[in-house]
């Protein structure tokens, strides 16, 4: 198994209220030239968490950082003009803050990241330090 030592979030700069799938988002990875979905995790709209890549897997979602993390991606993150947006549900709000605790207590010493902590890009568009304080380790 890897060492996993960050989470790291991201959205699927989609617009908001508009679906995407598991499916959608591999297209595009391998029209992109992966190998399969680069996320670990996607969050649905209407809360409902999808296994993407396998855990034991690097995944492809955040250069330098990926041997070494699990990526969850929440389906959303721009606004109807495509702004960046937080656009999450009450219901990815809930699932993503219920998948980072369980990947937290499987890898306790994994700190939780955007992916604009990393990239110069606005996804996941809301700033997950203060949103995951209590969630990271200092």
Not at 43 to 56: E, K, T
Not at 63 to 68: E, V, Y
Not at 116 to 122: D, I, L, R, S
């Amino acid at each position: 198994m890897r060492t996993i030592s960050e989470i790291i979030i991201h959205c699927s700069a989609t617009p908001e209220g508009k679906p995407f799938t598991i499916a959608d988002i591999d297209q595009w990875h391998r029209q992109r030239g992966f190998r399969c979905i680069g996320y670990h995790f996607v969050i649905y709209l209407d809360g409902s968490v999808h296994a993407g890549r396998p855990i034991a897997e690097s995944g492809a979602h955040c250069q330098g950082h990926n041997a070494h993390s699990i990526g969850i991606c929440y389906v959303g993150g721009l606004d109807s003009l495509g702004q960046p947006k937080d656009t999450r549900t009450p219901a990815q709000k809930t699932s993503l803050v219920k998948l980072v605790n369980q990947l937290k207590n499987e890898y306790p010493n994994a700190k939780v990241h955007g992916h604009n902590e990393y990239a110069n890009k606005a996804c996941p568009c809301f700033d997950v330090q203060e949103e995951f304080h209590k969630t990271r380790k200092t």
